[in-house]
């Protein structure tokens, strides 16, 4: 599969922990993106790397998310101090440039007990 | 601040029925708009873009902007295009070097079930 891959599909974690997951994008692809689904909701934007500079963050990105490109490859999404309300589905996409079309990975499903 | 509705959670018709799947958008700009399909227990892919102006699987939307709407329309449905489907608006924006970048919003999603 050639396609935008995440990693791990499910995480079960308790409340106050910390994760980190992990999107690799399609390769020759210079834009990444990080978005989160909660139940009967849209995919919501939160955040953007053009390569290994991230160009914007979403107010829902609290200061307990913080995100990764260091490579201009691969991205990390890590939440700390995990709380109940971040159980969502995190999606990861990315594009190769300017107007085009966004390709998504399969997701990773966090629940916080 | 840019906005994507899509009234109908659900949406059932039988095979064959015509199906229409509404989307309302708010936005100032000149919009850009998509639809992406979920099928069961994949991920989330393109089915069309308005720019494009094709139809894929038989889908067509045009873009109204006089009524800030990007229906899906499709005049014979069938049970495979039972899935989750979601418009979503294209914002193409700039930052302070220059760099210009996209980001998706989407609509809550309409769950389309074509009954046999």
């Known amino acids: 599969d050639t396609g935008v891959s995440q990693n791990p599909r499910h995480k079960i974690t308790k409340r106050g922990q910390n994760v980190t997951f992990r999107c690799d994008p399609i390769?020759?692809?210079?834009?990444l993106y990080w978005y989160r689904q909660t139940l009967g909701q849209g995919p919501e934007f939160l955040t953007y790397?053009?390569?290994?500079?991230?160009?914007?963050k979403s107010r829902l990105l609290s200061d307990r998310f913080s995100a990764e490109r260091p490579k201009g490859s691969f991205s990390t999404l890590e939440i700390q101090r995990t709380e109940q309300g971040d159980s969502a589905m995190y999606l990861c996409a990315s594009s190769s440039g300017e107007g085009k079309v966004a390709f998504f990975g399969q997701g990773t499903r966090l629940t916080v007990v | 601040a840019q906005r994507v509705t899509q009234p109908e959670k659900l949406l059932s018709v039988f095979k064959g029925a015509p199906v229409e799947l509404k989307c309302n958008y708010s936005?100032?700009?000149?919009?850009?708009l998509f639809w992406y399909v979920q099928y069961s227990r994949q991920r989330l892919q393109l089915l069309l873009r308005h720019i494009s102006r094709e139809s894929i699987k038989g889908f067509t939307a045009d873009l109204n902007k006089g009524e800030t709407s990007f229906h899906l329309k499709k005049p014979f449905a069938q049970e495979e295009d039972s899935a989750m489907y979601y418009c979503a608006l294209h914002l193409t924006r700039r930052n302070a070097g220059g760099t210009s970048y996209g980001k998706l919003t989407f609509g809550q999603g309409t769950i389309l079930t074509v009954h046999p």
């Open positions: 936005y100032s700009g000149s919009p850009e």
């Open positions: 390769s020759e692809h210079n834009r």
């Open positions: 790397f053009q390569n290994e500079a991230q160009l914007e």
